[in-house]
């Protein structure tokens, strides 16, 4: 669905940026426009971030070997 109608920016692309780092409605701004202009988005869009945001998988632990 459409989060940012005037930038064209979906949910889709929200996620895509969360899982590659972006973790708050400024850096969406940056990387793809969102609430960069009427700004009536930015609450939806934040909405849909911290949504990915728990949804992605915990960063793998690493283990080391007793020895
Ligand atoms: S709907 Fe996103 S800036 Fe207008």
Known sequence: MYVCVCR???DHQIRAAA???ASSVDEL????GVASRCGKCSSL???????????????????????
């Open 19 to 21: 899982a590659e780092g």
């Open 45 to 67: 869009a934040a909405d849909v971030l911290h949504e990915s945001l728990c949804e992605q998988p915990p960063e793998p632990a690493l283990y080391y070997a007793a020895g």
């Open 8 to 10: 064209g920016v979906t």
């Open 29 to 32: 701004r940056d990387r793809l």
